[in-house]
Every structure is written in structure tokens, then in C-alpha cells.
């Protein structure tokens, strides 16, 4: 502590004393004004190192060794900035961008001659041809949410109901090994270094979360694989694991065995999933069920195995009850499934306190009697028979019942007041969901089924339908709302729809650049990128109006105010979109860099992807496609549109005035 104290002192002190060193180096240009003259290291730097230096040194005598390279690091680059960069950016400013100012206010002025402005405009047509073209043929199928290699797999194990929870993990055990053969490597013959852990347990937390069940359950478990985070894995896929361990798992007999992965964004439903409804239930589980072998039968690529959320037949007890017998007796229903529910489930009789809590006490039957159906059966019920005077009296019940073993429907779902059944799947890695749901489908519309039964594909398919109305909402929204915003700046229908239409052709750029590099595209994310599109292109427009309106208001001509606005307004047009563009490409590349090991062990550990890069990489490549193109548009195509706008206005001027001077004349 005293050693931070004196440090944090000092800081503040060196700080106070070269605050106008700072104050003086960044707000007055350097010591030299042309090119040929070499910047000098001056008392001001003199005083600025020492500084620099002093408190470095306090931070490493704190042990604080990733502050004090940091501050080495912003003095270098203060010094590099001084004696390298700064020629660099006065030959730059002075050189280069003042003969790509000329070049454009050539090729700008050939573009606003009549020639020019038809190949602007044509070249615009087949550019939006193009895109459609492209996208349509040989762009990537769009999916909802980006997919991702997992950092988790889980093995889901469900044998049938009723199962004991012992027997539920046998089989489980046998299931992990094979699920920890899958995980060795063939060429070095030791486990694949991305695999971190494999855990399994059995009833308590094994419900696999897309079924819509809740609690523990004895027949099910689950195995679940963790591996080690993107950058330890050394190239290794986590989705080719996954993929072993899916075909090492199957083929256990009388168990359902399900792989999936933890889920990206918000919990969704399997992305295969058909439903059906109607209101007779025999008829629906019937239909569910040829449903499910039709399906079966046609052997689609990608799904991965059909499963019906039904339980029809879950084993039960039945105790059919003689009632003649019982009334004979004297016995009531309730005695005996009273007698019953205390037996296995138990009933609080009291309950024990101390000083710190208090504890239920419960009567039931010992564990071996409650698994053994002979003592149930021959268990005696005690009770007071009325029509014998009261006396106390022990019928077992087998005497008036007769107990065998039967199955029965597990529940029934019921969606808008119908009853409902679903079937459901997972898609195999390295299918498209959306390919794979459009052939299922394909082969739902070939099903028969019987009148009063609707089957229809649901799941992913209607959050995704949810998810693309509400971005067409909210991009219809943001387009009313920048249209009456340019109304009120600009006062000018013609001028608002200029600058509309950039938002519409940058939408063809984003599909002619996944079209020809075939980027994913992922309709939530990448469509919030659209909608996030649409201000920055609808900011560079406003630049270049804005500034023509200035020019025309102090008397220029319409060339010579839209040219002069395309010369003076294409620096900060570019440079928002670079600057867009260049923030977005680490993303969209996924490149990662640990800057605290770089300042403390000099090791950034860069590498390139990531869960991250997966989920918002579709962002990224959507927002860079569409400025490039939009940036085109804007220095291009918008002042095309004005003079193409003014001469309009000037033709119908020209018409009305003739034909006013007709009437009159």
C-alpha cells in the first residue's frame, strides 16, 4: 500500500508539471513547416521523456509491470508520431489526397456529362441485376442465427419411463465409454487436447432443456463434454468431435440417445419441427406416428432422428377394483387409494422441531416393499365397518382386486386449445437448417393426412418468420422516420428520395458481396445490421446535399455546386466509411488479441475466430459490403441523381411555361 500510495503521488506530481508540455505539443503544429526540414528533439521532449520515463519507473518498482509498458508504449508512439508519422501525414495531406481529390473531380465531372450519367446509370441496373442474380445462384442459404463450433456437447440419454434410476446408470457408464472413445485422437493414439472434461450424471439436471420437461427424471441422463476455449484447441474442431461422438452413441437398444450442443442467442426449439393438431387424439396419435415412418422412410440428409414428444405408452399398475365386492365389505375407494398413496408416496403424520428448523415426519412403506408389486397387492387395508357395528377390520387387497400391468398416454399438450403433438430433430453439422426444413416440408405436403388433423412445420421456422417481421417492422419504422426527418432538413421531396434510395442500393451491395464471397447470412443478425446500415449511408447523403444547398445558396450553378460538394464533402464521406469499414474487419475476421499479456508478457496470443467472431461476423460483413457499396453511391451515383433531379425540374418548367404561354396566346 505505501508503495502505491508513492507512486500514485508522484504520478499526479509529473503529471501537474508536464500538463503544459502536453497542452503546448498537441495543440501547436510541429517545429518544421515544409518537407525537407527534419523535426528536432527539443527541451520540451527533454522534459516529456524524463517524465514519461520517471513514472514508468515508479509503476515497475510497484510491480506493476503491464502499466509501466503501457506507458512506454504511449511515449514511443508520442516519438514515433513526432519524428515518423508526422512527415508521413504532412506528405500525405500535401501530396497524395489533394491528386485523389483532382482524380475524382475528373472522373466526377465526366460522370455528370449526358454520356456519363447514362453508363452511371446503367452500370447501376446491371450492378442491381447482378446481386439478385448472384445471391439467388450462388449466394449461401440465410439461417436465423449464426452457426457456431461448440464449446459444449451433451449426450442425452432416454430409456423408457419407469426405469430404475440403477439401471438408468449402467447404461449410462456404457455410454461414456464409448463417448470417451470417441474422444481419442487416431493419429496420437490420447485424447483430442480441445476436450477439457466429459461429466455424467444421471436423473438430477438431465432433462435436455429443448424438450419442454422439468424435473428429475430416473429413466433419463446425460454426459456432458466440455473442451477448452477457442484458442487453446490448435486448430482442432470441436464440431468434428461432436460428429464422433454422435455416430459412437448410436445404436443402444430401447434408449433414445440425443447429441446437441449449447444453444447461441436466445433458447430455441430443434430446427426440425413438425406439429400437428386436432381434437380426436386416437386420430392424432395414429397420424403422428406414419407421419414419423413416412419420414423415416425417405431418408433426408441432415436430420438427424425424428423423435415424437408423445408418451403413449407409459407403463402403469392398474388395480381394478370389484366394486360389488368392496361394497359387500364395507370398503370405500378412498380407503384403498388413500392406503396406496401412503404406502408409496408417504403422508406427514407430525412434524419434529429444534432450536434451528423444523422437519416433516413421514409414514410410508420401507423401500423393498414399495418396489415389490405382491406386497402391494396383498397389502391390508384397516378400516371401520359401518355395517357391522363399527368394528375395526383388515382386508388385504387382493381380495377385491385385481392387479396387472398396462400402458397408458404419459400427458396431453394442447396448443390453442387443441390437442398437440409434435415431432422433432436436430440438424446434422454441416447441413443448413433452412435447406434441410425446406425438404422436410417438402415431404410433409406428399403426407395424406386425415381431415381434422393440421400438420404444419413449427420450432425454428416461427420464431425465424417472428424475427423477420419484426426487422422489416423496425426497418420500415427507421425508413418513415429518416423520411420526415430529410422532409423537415431539406424541405424537398426529390432530394429526400436521392438520398432514400442510397439505403435501398446499399442493400445490393451487401447481397452482390455475399454473393461473390458467399459470407453467411444470418437473418437476425445480419438484418440488424441492415437496419444499422441505413443511418450511417442516410449521414454521408446529408453531407453532400447539405453542402450543394450551400453552394447554390451563395450563387454557384448546379454543376458547378454539385461538383464542388462531391470535391469538398468526399473527405469526411470517406473517411466515415473507412474508418466504419477498418473497426469492422477485426470482427469480421475474428481476430483476438490479449492486450494485457501483451503489455505484461510481451505475448499478445493472437489468433483468429472465436464464438464471438462466429455470432456477429454476418454483422460485420453485412455493414462493411453495404458502406463500400454505399460509399460508390454517395460520391457517384448521388450527384448524377441531383442534376439528373434539376434537369428534370427544369424540362417541366420549360413544358408548363410553353403551355401556359399557349393558353394565353
Not at 386436432?278 to 425417405?298: A, C, H, M, P, W
Not at 386425415?450 to 416461427?462: F, H, T
Request: charged share 20%; proline share 4%; with cysteine.
Amino acid at each position: 500500500p505505501v508503495t502505491l500510495i508513492i507512486t500514485l503521488v508522484a504520478s499526479l506530481a509529473v503529471a501537474y508539471i508536464i500538463n503544459p508540455v502536453f497542452a503546448v505539443s498537441f495543440m501547436k503544429p510541429h517545429d518544421f513547416d515544409h518537407e525537407n526540414d527534419k523535426p528536432r528533439f527539443t527541451r520540451k521532449d527533454t522534459v516529456m521523456t524524463i517524465a514519461f520515463l520517471s513514472i514508468a519507473g515508479l509503476f515497475y518498482l510497484a510491480k506493476s509491470i503491464g502499466i509501466a509498458n503501457f506507458i512506454v508504449f504511449i511515449y514511443l508512439f508520442i516519438l514515433l508520431e513526432k519524428f515518423v508519422f508526422s512527415k508521413w501525414i504532412h506528405s500525405f495531406q500535401n501530396r497524395i489526397w489533394p491528386a485523389f481529390q483532382n482524380w475524382y473531380t475528373r472522373v466526377l465531372k465526366r460522370a455528370l456529362t449526358t454520356g456519363g450519367m447514362v453508363v452511371v446509370v446503367i452500370s447501376t441496373v446491371v450492378i442491381f441485376v447482378l446481386a439478385i442474380v448472384l445471391m439467388a445462384v450462388h449466394g449461401p442459404t440465410p439461417v436465423f442465427f449464426p452457426d457456431s463450433q461448440p464449446n459444449f456437447t451433451y449426450v442425452y440419454l432416454n430409456l423408457p419411463v419407469g426405469t430404475d434410476q440403477a439401471h438408468t446408470n449402467d447404461v449410462l457408464l456404457g455410454l461414456e465409454k464409448k463417448v470417451n472413445a470417441a474422444l481419442i485422437d487416431p493419429k496420437t493414439g490420447k485424447r483430442f487436447i480441445s476436450v477439457k472434461s466429459v461429466i455424467a450424471n444421471v436423473t438430477v439436471g438431465a432433462v435436455d432443456p429443448n424438450s419442454g420437461e422439468i424435473g428429475d427424471f430416473p429413466n433419463k441422463g446425460k454426459i456432458t463434454v466440455a473442451y477448452e476455449e477457442y484458442s487453446k484447441r490448435h486448430g482442432e474442431s470441436s464440431t468434428e468431435i461432436m460428429e464422433k461422438i454422435r455416430k459412437s452413441v448410436k445404436g443402444v437398444a430401447g434408449a433414445e440417445i440425443t447429441v446437441d450442443k449449447e444453444s447461441n442467442g436466445p433458447p430455441l426449439a430443434k430446427p426440425v419441427v413438425i406439429e400437428l393438431t386436432g381434437d380426436n387424439l386416437d386420430t392424432l396419435v395414429n397420424t403422428s406416428e406414419r407421419l414419423k415412418r413416412f419420414i423415416e422412410d425417405k431418408q433426408i440428409a441432415g436430420v438427424e432422428e425424428l423423435r415424437s414428444d408423445f408418451q403413449a405408452k407409459n407403463p402403469e399398475i392398474v388395480f381394478d377394483l370389484d366394486r360389488e365386492r368392496m361394497n359387500t365389505e364395507g370398503i370405500s375407494t378412498y380407503n384403498v387409494v388413500n392406503t396406496l398413496r401412503t404406502a408409496v408416496f408417504g403422508t406427514e403424520i407430525s412434524r419434529f422441531r429444534d432450536q434451528n428448523d423444523d422437519y416433516p415426519m413421514t409414514l410410508r412403506v420401507s423401500g423393498n416393499q414399495r418396489q415389490d408389486i405382491d406386497a402391494m397387492r396383498n397389502m391390508p387395508i384397516v378400516y371401520r365397518d359401518m355395517g357391522m357395528g363399527g368394528i375395526i377390520r383388515t382386508v388385504p387387497i387382493s381380495a377385491f382386486a385385481n392387479v396387472y400391468y398396462s400402458t397408458t398416454y404419459g400427458g396431453i399438450k394442447r396448443k390453442n386449445e387443441k390437442r398437440y403433438i409434435s415431432l422433432s430433430s436436430n440438424v446434422i453439422s454441416g447441413f443448413n437448417p433452412n435447406e434441410v426444413v425446406a425438404a422436410v416440408q417438402n415431404e410433409v405436403n406428399n403426407f395424406k393426412s386425415p381431415s381434422g388433423i393440421i400438420v404444419k412445420m413449427g420450432g425454428q421456422q416461427e420464431d425465424q418468420a417472428e424475427t423477420t417481421s419484426f426487422l422489416g417492422k423496425a426497418f420500415g419504422i427507421a425508413m418513415a422516420l429518416i423520411f420526415l426527418i430529410l422532409i423537415l432538413l431539406f424541405n424537398s421531396i426529390s432530394k429526400t428520395v436521392i438520398i432514400l434510395s442510397e439505403v435501398v442500393f446499399s442493400l445490393f451491395g451487401v447481397f452482390l458481396g455475399m454473393g461473390i464471397f458467399k459470407t453467411p447470412f444470418s437473418i437476425a443478425i445480419s438484418g440488424i445490421g441492415i437496419v444499422a446500415l441505413a443511418g450511417v449511408v442516410v449521414r454521408n447523403g446529408i453531407l453532400l446535399v447539405e453542402f450543394m444547398d450551400l453552394m447554390l445558396a451563395d450563387g454557384m450553378s448546379e454543376l458547378d455546386a454539385i461538383i464542388e460538394a462531391g470535391r469538398t464533402r468526399m473527405t469526411p464521406v470517406l473517411l466515415t466509411a473507412i474508418a466504419a469499414i477498418l473497426g469492422l474487419i477485426p470482427l469480421a475476421v475474428g481476430m483476438n488479441i490479449d492486450f494485457a499479456s501483451l503489455f505484461t508478457h510481451l505475448n499478445p496470443h493472437i489468433f483468429f475466430g472465436g464464438d464471438s467472431a462466429d455470432f456477429w461476423a454476418p454483422l460485420a460483413w453485412t455493414m462493411i459490403y453495404g458502406l463500400s457499396f454505399a460509399t460508390f453511391l454517395t460520391l457517384i451515383l448521388v450527384p448524377v441523381m441531383c442534376l439528373l433531379s434539376f434537369r428534370f425540374k427544369a424540362w417541366v418548367k420549360r413544358t408548363s411555361d410553353r403551355a401556359k404561354a399557349s393558353i394565353e396566346g
